[in-house]
T-cell receptor
Framework: NAGVMQNPRHLVRRRGQEARLRCSPM?????VYWYRQLPEEGLKFMVY????????ESGMPKERFSAEFPKEGPSILRIQQVVRGDSAAYFC???????????FGPGTRLLVL | EDKVVQSPLSLVVHEGDTVTLNCSYE??????LLWYKQEKKAPTFLFML????IEKKSGRLSSILDKKELFSILNITATQTGDSAIYLC???????????FGTGTRLKVLA
């Protein structure tokens, strides 16, 4: 019973590059949520996706950030033209239904140089 | 604006001590409160509390919710070094999936 998987666990990018973060939900889960944790801050909701649909992206910056959850494969959080302020831990969570308990992955720690 | 506040921000204790972590919330249409333990990996689910006054226990950990005073506590008895972690609480509002997290309490247990 694999839990939520995220890769890479650590990612270093230079300013202006693109970052791609992947999340494979728990088996049987079709609801995926992305959160960002800035240093000394709590986890903040970014986006909620079901297979092939973005349900709520109200917590995601309007520019440079996008997310997808294709029919096949993991969910991807993409950050274009990264800036130093994007350095954070990005956590993915999944649930089997939208009001059920969310289970978190180990996170991807992004460092922008 | 919905918010969750945890206290203390950090805590250092010795093995065997008992600790109480606090979580207060102000959210509209509150539904449930959750506790997670975050080590250097995934935040792991501890408890979900929906009803007031009913204690949930798991080994040395227990938690209770007070919906009148809008807070929850997490107790850890006979602490061990393996309890060192950040403890997060999150509130959920009815009909939504957005977890509103506090900043966490950083617990360090010394041998």
């Amino acid at each position: 019973n694999a839990g939520v998987m995220q890769n890479p666990r650590h990612l270093v990018r230079r300013r202006g590059q693109e970052a791609r973060l992947r999340c494979s939900p728990m088996k049987g889960h079709s609801h995926v949520y992305w959160y960002r944790q800035l240093p000394e801050e709590g986890l903040k909701f970014m986006v909620y996706l079901q297979k092939e649909n973005i349900i709520d992206e109200s917590g995601m910056p309007k520019e440079r950030f996008s997310a997808e959850f294709p029919k096949e494969g993991p969910s991807i959080l993409r950050i274009q033209q990264v800036v130093r302020g994007d350095s954070a831990a990005y956590f993915c969570a999944s649930s089997w239904d939208f009001l059920e308990t969310q289970y978190f992955g180990p996170g991807t720690r992004l460092l922008v140089l | 604006e919905d918010k969750v506040v945890q206290s203390p921000l950090s805590l250092v204790v010795h093995e065997g001590d008992t600790v109480t972590l606090n979580c207060s919330y102000e959210v509209t249409n509150f539904r449930s409160l959750l506790w997670y333990k975050q080590e250097k990996k995934a935040p792991t689910f501890l408890f979900m509390l929906t009803s007031s006054g009913i204690e949930k226990k798991s080994g040395r950990l227990s938690s209770i919710l007070d919906k009148k005073e809008l807070f929850s506590i997490l107790n850890i008895t006979a602490t061990q070094t393996g309890d060192s972690a950040i403890y997060l609480c999150a509130a959920i509002t009815s009909g939504t999936y957005k977890y509103i997290f506090g900043t966490g309490t950083r617990l360090k247990v010394l041998a």
